[in-house]
């Protein structure tokens, strides 16, 4: 089903927009046809954003619920503690500073999101419990890169300021076919690495020594689970910049639709994909101006976190 | 350590003991931020003299260096008010929530007062610095009392966990419609970004005192709520034990915070972490006692305000660094020494 | 009029749950009272609702006949103590200041620490063998010396009336006895009401001269130890047999549970059993 809501929301986006391109059209161009007037269209403008949206979506929703699932807290997702931050600035100071291109940055952003996962990891956890400091210590790290970021940009005169808040708050303008491939290979890599520890992440869910006892190997597992979940984060940051709350969003949601038994890595990782592609839509031609899509999620992500800080406290579950 | 003094001596009046050890305290505090602010007024990108700056303080600016001074001046003064504001309205805050986390940027106030301003500044082309005072006081109200309210939902009451998440939430949201707002709007979209960062470098003196006023309203009531919060201290129930009207002291002490914490984002933008650390710091120096924690807050709020900018400039010379981002470098390390020192309870 | 504290037809809870059902409750003057009850049955709300933290839905809590509600919070407060379950104390806080704050209801807001403060400090410090404690920071500390600060601190606060949310929890056996045993002198000295929930059935019957046994939000027994420790009582209450036996120590009335296992078969108890499975 939320395949079906995937390619639904892709065909969408390729034949709506600005013009209308009906969907035989798209279909033929995308076999490599040539339709007068909207093979630009499609091709150049509309396919690499789709592609790019689908991509990014999929590898946040997928390395926010390994998270998630990993710390057994749904706010543990890596935009709120922090480790999009550490892949943002890293990517912006590349960019920005030593004005790299291509995949130099997404392999910085990669380094600087698996150290600031280090260092977090290193302040909060205590015996394998991690909680709330964890949190608490993400939320610090977060300001302190966010500053970090601010100055660089402040102080990039060649580096169009517009620009540069456009790209901080997430955003798949402007998008290039060939910036997929990274993101493709990345998210293929790691995604396969992860879904073959699905079953890992479903023990380590009921508690470390459970899992122990249950026959994982903890510290291993969470190793790979985090390298691999970090690459897949920081390679979309570095693409598309840090598009707010898709991949803490996207595990509750995928919960919701398909129930907490099973595993939520693939249907997690869908929701994602949706999330961008018609968020990045509603920015486009919803909204009376034009928005970056990381907008529209930040603006749409914040009230669901409010919910849950709610319902949390109804409850008097701890979360 | 065992107190071997006798009963009689170790009960000698009560509040007198500490009282000149506090003093002086005080004092030396303020000698602090005094040399502190000479430091702020001669140091820049051109340094200047002793006599220079007598020169430029007794209104002359016949020379570059008397000029500068007389450009340092009120953005010092803005620094030592804004800072002394923020110190105050943390530990106010503290108080209020009984959350050692709590501070105006973190629960998200400052970003509540600046949303307010970026929307009276582009849908109401408010250009008025007195206007900007106003609609920020309003937004971090408004704010404060919304993040309070989710936070303490449910039957907890606010937990510190609770409290920086709705404020982080918060402020996430209402920073995306900042950008919201001004990314439509290449006219406004760069006096507003350095604004937003936090700032004294573009202070003028006029603008500087039209904030007195509310200021000190904000610090007369924070001081007046003193006995209040060390009540507060105790937990609800024990304060209402006490015989005090809890949500009276509350929103009388949260008023003047806000009157604070508003008045100073609506000049230099959302400053954050000064409001957390300072007061933290000055308990270690003056204990638990809000009659002294308020005043010392104040002073080491305006001297770590002034000692940032001072950082600001000097640092990345010729060009400036903002002070809202020396103070968030300096801060979040200690926001999460905090974090990992304290046994946060009950979450 | 009523002297002392009363409620009348006092109904209270919390949201739409109501706890307390229509309760009336003359609290004996000058006498240890304990309220117990099983988990749940409202003990806590009756305590929270008499002490003003819970305002009654209906009905009222009275103090010398006036409503407590209608009293300024900081007069009520110069007759009324309270020692909530859990206390909080601010990180770093001494013995002493902390004591001290329990003097704020005589002070005003621009009034001056006085001599009268000082003796009143000074003398609930005695009471409670804390005077060697005064300049040691709350949070270091143990559990049975934190105790005797806040009773201290309630002390200070000179009130004829004290109410404490079950004072001996968190604490081992030696330093339940030595707060009850503090409280005993307290009441003996100065005269003071003292209204409190326990837990512990034995101790409650042991230090206290009136018993309140509550179930379900309404006041199933009150009386002296000897008149409410029956072992009809017990199974009413808490839904369990028991035997009820002259405490050695005391010579007040002791209960003894039983449960399913570990009962040796005398006829005595086969007597207890029959009766309970009736």
């Known amino acids: 089903m939320l395949l079906a809501l995937l390619l639904s929301a892709a065909v969408v986006t390729l034949t709506l927009g600005r013009s209308y391109v009906p969907i035989t059209d798209v279909l033929r161009i995308l076999l490599g046809g040539e339709v007068p007037g909207a093979t630009f269209t499609v091709e150049v403008l509309r396919l690499p954003r789709t592609v790019l949206s689908i991509l990014a979506g999929l590898s946040f929703g997928l390395g926010g619920v390994a998270f998630q699932i990993m710390l057994r807290n749904p706010l543990a997702s890596p935009d709120i503690i922090g480790i999009s931050s550490g892949a943002s600035a890293a990517a912006v100071f590349a960019i920005v500073g030593l004005s790299l291109t291509g995949p130099v940055v997404s392999i910085l952003a990669v380094l600087a999101g698996l150290a600031v996962a280090m260092l977090i990891y290193g302040l909060a956890v205590r015996n394998g419990e991690a909680g709330t400091r964890l949190i608490l210590v993400g939320i610090g790290v977060s300001a302190m890169l966010q500053s970090l970021i601010s100055y660089v940009l402040l102080n990039a005169p060649a580096w169009n300021r517009q620009e540069a808040i456009r790209w901080l708050s997430g955003s798949v303008n402007g998008a290039r076919l060939d910036e997929a491939l990274p993101l493709l290979t990345t998210f293929i890599v790691f995604g396969l690495l992860l879904l073959s520890r699905s079953r890992e992440l479903e023990t380590l869910r009921l508690g470390d020594d459970m899992a122990a006892a249950l026959g994982t190997p903890v510290s291993r597992s969470r190793i790979v689970i985090i390298i691999s979940a970090v690459s897949i984060i920081a390679v979309a940051t570095a693409v598309t910049g840090p598009i707010a709350f898709v991949a803490f969003l996207a595990g509750p949601i995928a919960a919701h639709i398909v129930g907490a038994n099973g595993s939520l890595l693939l249907p997690s990782s869908l929701v994602g994909a949706v999330l961008v592609l018609v968020a990045d839509f509603a920015g486009q031609f919803l909204l009376p101006a034009r928005y970056p899509v990381g907008v529209v999620t930040g603006v749409l992500g914040a009230p669901y976190l409010i919910y849950l800080i709610i319902r949390v406290n109804r409850t008097g579950r701890a979360l | 350590m065992r107190p071997v003094t006798p009963p009689h001596q170790a009960l000698a009046p009560t509040p007198w003991r500490s009282r000149s050890l506090n003093l002086s305290g005080l004092a030396g505090a303020f000698a602090i931020l005094a040399v502190l602010c000479l430091l702020s007024v001669s140091i820049g990108t051109r340094t200047t003299s002793l006599s220079e700056i007598v020169a430029g303080l007794s209104g002359s600016n016949e020379t570059i260096a008397e000029a500068a001074v007389s450009l340092r001046v009120p953005r010092t003064l803005l620094a030592v008010l804004a800072g002394a504001a923020l110190g105050v309205a943390g530990c106010v805050m503290q108080g209020v929530t009984r959350n050692p986390l709590a501070d105006p940027g973190i629960l998200g106030v400052n970003t509540g007062a600046a949303l307010a301003v970026v929307i009276g500044i582009a849908w109401f082309g408010m250009s008025d610095p007195q206007d900007f005072l106003w609609s920020g006081i309003v937004g971090a109200g408004l704010t404060a009392v919304f993040v309070y309210t989710i936070g303490s939902l449910g039957r907890d009451g606010a937990t510190p966990l609770k409290l920086a998440l709705a404020g982080t939430a918060t402020a996430i949201t209402f920073s995306s419609l900042v950008v919201a707002i001004i990314l439509p709007r290449a006219d406004i979209a760069g006096g507003i970004q350095s604004w937003q960062i936090g700032g004294v470098g573009g202070a003028t003196l006029s603008r500087t005192l039209s904030i007195l006023p509310v200021l000190g309203a904000g610090f007369a009531i924070s001081l007046l709520s003193a006995r209040k919060l060390n009540l507060l201290a105790l937990g609800e129930d024990m304060a209402t034990g006490l015989g005090e009207r809890v949500a009276v002291a509350r929103l009388t002490a949260a008023a003047g915070a806000i009157l604070l914490c508003g008045a100073a984002t609506a000049v230099c933008g959302p400053i954050a972490f000064v409001g957390l650390v300072v007061p933290h710091v000055c308990r270690l120096l003056a204990g638990v006692d809000y009659r002294w924690l308020l005043p010392f807050s104040a002073l080491g709020g305006a001297g770590l305000l002034v000692a940032a900018d001072i950082l600001g400039r000097i640092v990345a010379r010729p060009a400036e660094i903002d002070v809202g981002i020396v103070t968030a470098l300096i801060g979040a390390p200690f926001f999460i020494w905090i974090v990992r020192a304290r046994r946060v309870r009950a979450l | ?278």
């Open chain 3, 1 to 278: 009029m009523a002297q002392g504290l009363t409620a009348r037809a006092l109904v209270a809870g919390y949201g739409d749950a109501l706890v307390l059902d229509a309760l009336d409750l003359d609290v004996p003057q000058g006498r240890i009272t304990a309220i117990v009850g099983a988990n749940a049955c409202g003990k806590s709300t009756l305590l929270r609702a008499l002490s003003r933290l819970l305002k009654p839905k209906h009905g009222h809590v009275l103090l010398d006949g006036k409503d407590i509600h209608k009293i300024a919070p900081r007069a009520l407060a110069q007759k009324l103590g309270l020692l909530p379950q859990s206390p909080v104390a601010p990180e770093g806080i001494t013995v002493l200041d902390l004591v001290g704050r329990g003097r704020s209801p005589h002070q005003g807001v621009f009034t001056r620490w006085t001599q009268r403060d000082d003796e009143a400090v000074a003398a609930a410090l005695e009471a409670t063998k804390t005077v060697d404690l005064a300049n040691r920071a709350v949070d270091e500390l143990s559990g049975g010396q934190r105790q005797r600060v806040w009773i201290a601190m309630a002390l200070a606060q000179e009130t004829d009336l004290l109410l404490l949310d079950e004072p001996t929890t968190f604490l081992d056996i030696r330093h339940q006895v030595e707060v009850l045993d503090l409280l005993h002198d307290l009441n003996a000295a100065r005269g003071t009401t003292i209204v409190m929930v326990l837990h512990d059935l034995n101790l409650a019957a042991r230090y206290c001269d009136h018993l309140i046994a509550m179930t379900a939000g309404r006041l199933h027994a009150s009386g002296t130890s000897e008149a409410v420790l029956t072992e009809e009582t017990v199974r009413q209450v808490f839904g369990i047999g028991s035997r009820i036996v002259s405490d050695p120590v005391s010579g007040r009335p002791m209960m003894v549970p039983i449960g399913r296992h570990r009962v040796d078969t005398t006829p005595a108890q086969n007597e207890a059993m029959e009766a309970m499975g009736q």
